[in-house]
């Protein structure tokens, strides 16, 4: 049974570009989180996702960031138009239960850099 | 709300000796906590969890934690470290009365093992 799949791992973009990070959860797994990880700090929750539904954005920055998690294919974490200051390491987790589940399956991560 | 303290940010000892990583937690409810393993480029491993069972938790990789409610402490500890302990160390606590925010992690615990 694959893990969390997170794609690209490493993701290299110009300010003012468009980043898309990409997450595949576990089989099974119908819930979806997003983390970022700035450098010396924790993980901090930005988004939960069910299939087409956005539970939860309270994390997210109001401007430049939306996530969607589609019917078929990966959960997408999109920020547009990258400022240096988005440069960190974005996780997603995945569950199979709601987010009180204890057992949030992480990927390993997308390492952002905007040069 | 919730939050954790993570009361090293670098640990170092030597191998064959004691390893101890401290941790804080407040939290408005019952909380679940849990020890994450970040190795380089992997995706975050849960070590173990405290779910209201027993107070003293046993993990994998020989690491366990006590839960003491009336020092808000999930400290970290391991008997005898070993060379592949070296990595990044998460404690996370979950508000099981709700939210749908996910976890909360602290800022993370270097560990270091000297040979």
């Known amino acids: 049974n694959a893990g969390v799949m997170q794609n690209p791992r490493h993701l290299v973009r110009r300010r003012g570009q468009e980043a898309r990070l990409r997450c595949s959860p576990m089989k099974g797994h119908s819930h979806v989180y997003w983390y970022r990880q700035l450098p010396e700090e924790g993980l901090k929750f930005m988004v939960y996702?069910?299939?087409?539904?956005?539970?939860?954005e309270s994390g997210m920055p109001k401007e430049r960031f939306s996530a969607e998690f589609p019917k078929e294919g990966p959960s997408i974490l999109r920020i547009q138009q990258v400022v240096r200051g988005d440069s960190a390491a974005y996780f997603c987790?995945?569950?199979?239960?709601?987010?009180?589940?204890?057992?949030?399956?992480f990927g390993p991560g997308t390492r952002l850099t905007v040069t | 709300a919730q939050s954790v303290t993570q009361l090293d940010s670098h640990v170092s000892v030597s191998e064959g000796t004691p390893v101890l990583l401290r941790c804080n937690y407040s939290?408005?409810?019952?909380?679940?906590l849990f020890w994450y393993v970040q190795h380089p480029n992997k995706g975050l491993q849960l070590l173990l969890k405290?779910?209201?069972?027993?107070?003293l938790v046993k993990g994998i990789n020989g690491f366990e934690a006590e839960f003491k409610k009336s020092e808000t402490s999930f400290h970290l500890t391991k008997p005898s470290a070993h060379m592949s302990d070296a990595a990044e160390y998460f404690c996370v606590v979950s508000d099981v009365r709700g939210g749908a925010d996910g976890l909360t992690f602290g800022k993370g615990t270097h560990l270091i093992i000297q040979p």
């Open positions: 939290s408005s409810y019952s909380p679940s």
């Open positions: 405290y779910t209201s069972a027993a107070t």
């Open positions: 996702l069910q299939k087409e539904n956005i539970i939860d």
């Open positions: 987790a995945s569950s199979r239960v709601g987010p009180n589940s204890y057992e949030q399956y």
